[in-house]
């Protein structure tokens, strides 16, 4: 392993654990970090200047997302994440998202429109300045205040959990599929309508906007992967009633 992108390194606020997260989460994705492939415990900690204590803690909260499996006084690799996974992933995310946008719009209030628009306009700054890692960081916060927001304090530990799987699975729509731009621009009903108190808005551009972020993935880990799979039927066997 090299020595860590900047991109990597600990924001103010940030645990060192995070750290340890994020920093294998941005190594999957450049493909620093190969799935399947062992690692040592040790030679991260060294890598990242820290005490094998908080790489440890971090691992293993990556182990409980099912994201990577340790081999006994061996280290940890990467665990593969399959189509199935990625379809399976946005069904639980429609199944607790959408009913949480149609209760936080419920919920709406002058403090949360602002805390929306704020994250609106950096995420804006950050799809201009085409910071990817930025972007995405606050994209989550979005999602998550939406959470926070309906009340879900279960579905926001699990909602991240989930996102890290699909993170860690090194497929993203951004500059392939869609831009920043387009993405932020799913965003935008979704915080517009719930600004407005408009519920039932809020659910289905929620649905909408995850529905299409879900189906371009699944298809993107297909073709990663080579397989003989119909991305659409696949999608519909996990997602029909959602």
Not at 13 to 33: C, F, I, K, P, Y
Not at 99 to 126: G, K, Q, V, Y
């Amino acid at each position: 392993m090299t020595s860590p992108d900047s991109r990597t390194l600990p924001q103010r606020g940030q645990s060192l654990t995070d750290q340890v997260m994020n920093h294998v989460r941005h190594a999957v994705v450049t493909g620093e970090m190969e799935v399947g492939r062992l690692y040592s415990v040790y030679q991260l900690a060294e890598q990242l200047g820290i005490s094998r204590s908080p790489v440890r803690d971090g691992l293993l909260r990556l182990e409980e997302a099912g994201l990577i499996e340790f081999s006994r006084n061996r280290g940890f690799r990467i665990i593969p994440t399959s189509p199935h996974d990625v379809a399976e992933i946005f069904s639980l995310r429609l199944a607790l998202e959408v009913p949480a946008a149609l209760r936080a719009a419920h919920a709406s209030t002058p403090a949360l429109a602002a805390t929306f628009n704020n994250l609106e306009a950096r995420m804006r700054s950050a799809a201009e300045r085409e910071s990817l890692d930025e972007f995405f960081d606050l994209d989550q916060q979005v999602h998550d205040t939406i959470l926070s927001a309906a009340g879900s304090n279960r579905g926001r530990g699990i909602v991240n959990r989930l996102r890290d799987s699909t993170r860690l699975l090194g497929v993203s729509t951004a500059g392939k599929e869609r831009s920043l731009t387009e993405i932020l621009g799913e965003h935008a009903p979704v915080i517009e309508a719930i600004n407005a108190g408009k519920g039932q808005e809020a659910a289905a551009a929620m649905r909408e906007h995850l529905t299409r972020t879900g189906r371009l993935l699944v298809s993107q880990a297909i073709t990663a992967q080579h397989l003989d799979l119909d991305p659409d039927e696949l999608w519909r066997d996990f997602t029909t009633g959602y």
